[in-house]
């Protein structure tokens, strides 16, 4: 089992920064892959990045050249550089992990993230 943690968000301006940070305690060994997905209001929850252990990333597209997901050195802590914020980034921002042989369905509490226009 993995517990997810993150921190970071808050309220900013349109063309802003914001960094999210996520660490995981408990199993973190089996961590196959770690991400961030965000929900908007009246929204489904949708993909925003994601890392793999061997540190691929994948991004959405509307997040793609502002946005960068990376890892701490020790491996349990991801991180979601943003960068140019729209107003549309505005979401509550949660913190995902995929498990070898026990699945995706670990999240954060999640963040919120708001840019103001």
């Known amino acids: 089992q993995v517990q997810l943690v993150e921190s970071g968000g808050g309220l900013v301006q349109a063309g802003g920064s914001l960094r999210l940070s996520c660490a995981a305690s408990g199993s973190i060994f089996s961590i196959d892959v770690m991400g961030w997905y965000r929900q908007a209001p009246g929204k489904q929850r949708e993909l925003v990045a994601t890392i793999l252990s061997g540190g691929s990333t994948n991004y959405a597209d509307s997040v793609k050249g502002r946005f960068t997901i990376s890892r701490g050195n020790a491996k349990n802590t991801v991180y979601l550089q943003m960068n140019s914020l729209k107003p549309e980034d505005t979401a509550v921002y949660y913190c995902?992990?995929?498990?070898?042989?026990?699945?995706?369905?670990?999240w954060g509490q999640g963040t919120q993230v708001t840019v103001s226009s």
């Open positions: 995902n992990a995929c498990l070898t042989g026990f699945g995706c369905n670990y």
